[in-house]
């Protein structure tokens, strides 16, 4: 079983080698959440975007970001 990490929720496309693009849905399971495709034999685990190293200023005409990368509802 491989396993990828992906930054994408709730859903993961991915393409098989026939070329059929197929979708399935992570799941809050214990390790956090993972999906796993019986097609591909792929286990995709979510991974939170790595913070950049790049310094970032704020822009004062824009308005904050909203992400999904800072839920907390990981252990770390
Ligand atoms: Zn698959």
């Excluded at 495709?37 to 913070?51: H, L």
């Excluded at 200023?57 to 770390?76: A, F, H, I």
Aim: glycine content about 10%; proline content about 11%; hydrophobic content about 25%.
């Amino acid at each position: 079983m491989r396993t990828v990490y992906v930054a994408e929720y709730p859903a993961i496309q991915h393409r098989h080698g026939d070329g059929q693009v197929v979708t399935v849905r992570l799941k809050r399971l214990p390790g956090g959440l993972r999906a796993t495709c019986v097609g591909c034999e792929t286990e995709f685990v979510y991974r939170k975007p790595t913070p950049s190293r790049t310094p970032h200023y704020k822009s004062p005409l824009l308005p904050p970001v909203k992400g999904n990368w800072d839920t907390g509802d990981e252990n770390q």
